[in-house]
């Protein structure tokens, strides 16, 4: 689809090429502050100089948001045709809510069905097969629980196999096990998973070696505690993802690690969760959208109304921090040379107007695209 056709229907169904445009009249964010430049792109790049300008007045241009942990994937069902589906719907809602990287969570558990190993290894397969029509960047992490000890060759392999570049550790057998309103058959594959106690240890000093042979980043999830935090630590689960207590959080800033909340916990109502006062408190480094992909840029607005931060710095929880967790050093700021990546975001309403990734367009809006159209129709720019 060309940018043409896509201005003409109203939609995007594949990502669109951009020709070398100069955005103008909005706030961009840069060098760590909100200001009032323009922002060029060009070969999906953010580049200097003159181009083809289009009025972006009354917008803020923002770098694409960078989210860890994308869970929309996790009540997929466990069906060949429904899984492409579950991949496709999934990528149209991240690019509708500013997503230009992000990482959509599968399990791979002995909870079974649509969390278990055979499920993963199809989603990973439909995965690798959409990927290159994804609208962004958009990778898959594998929830890996702690006591699926009898197949880490098969685990091992998938991840080798399908390039997956995430993974945490979670726990979920206890909760389970000790939850009376969990289906009975659910109850007792945890108690199952249980048994297996104590081949957790080496199980998953295996998983981790193997991990850094592959230059897979890997943390834990829902770290109960802190002394839980440090035994993940010393296996190199380098981040604590979502921690379940403030002791959890504060061992990992102590190890110099990085903290993932989850943004919907800070806007819940009628009060913000735990997660609004581990930022408070310094005891976060980024924001993932979880079960809600609009939550990380409403996050950060909440945060810069609350006077916690200012846009600038709580736009980085969901941008430049987790791509340098990543080791994304080419997105994450709207710097020359970077890719071209960002959201453009109507000042007043806050509503996501515009996604670009690597400088194709994935998601447009009334507004943004007919600002487009008006400068691609007075400027002759032919785009098919």
Known sequence: MSLVSALRSGAIARPVPLPPLRFTGGETLRAGALQRRSLAVEAGRIVRGPLPEVDLSGFVLLPGIVDLRCDALEAAADAPALTRHALARAGRAAAAAGITTGWLTQGWSWEGGAHGPAHAERMLAAHAAWRSQAPGDLRLRLRAETHQTDDADRLLG??????????????????????????ADLRRRAEAALARKAEVPRH?????????????????????????????????????????????????????????????????????????????????????????????????????????????????????????????????????????????????????????????????????????????????????
């Not at 950060?300 to 941008?319: H, K, T």
Request: glycine fraction near 10%; aromatic fraction near 4%.
């Open 158 to 183: 998938a991840v080798r196999r399908h390039g997956v570049d995430l993974v945490v550790f979670s726990d979920r057998a206890r909760a389970v096990a000790g939850d009376a309103a969990a289906p």
């Open 204 to 384: 998953l000093c295996r998983l981790a070696e193997a991990f850094d042979t592959m230059g897979v980043t890997y943390g834990s999830q829902g770290d109960a505690d802190g002394e839980t935090r440090e035994r993940f630590s010393m296996i190199g689960a380098g981040f604590a993802d979502a921690p379940a207590s403030r002791a959890a959080a504060a061992a990992a800033k102590a190890m110099h690690e990085p903290v993932v909340l989850a943004a919907p916990d800070l806007l819940r109502q009628p009060r913000p969760g735990p997660a609004a006062g581990f930022v408070a408190q310094g005891l976060c480094d980024a924001l993932t959208s979880t079960d809600d992909v609009t939550a990380p840029a409403a996050a950060a607005f909440a945060l810069a109304d609350r006077g916690v931060r200012d846009l600038a710095s709580a736009w980085a929880f969901v941008s430049s921090r987790p791509a340098e967790i990543m080791g994304l050093a080419d997105r994450g700021t709207l710097e020359p040379g970077k890719r071209a990546d960002f959201v453009a975001i109507d000042r007043e309403t806050r509503s996501v107007e515009m996604t670009v990734a690597r400088g194709h367009l994935t998601h447009l809006g009334a507004v943004a695209a007919e600002r487009l159209c008006k400068a691609v129709t007075g400027l002759g720019i032919a785009a098919e």
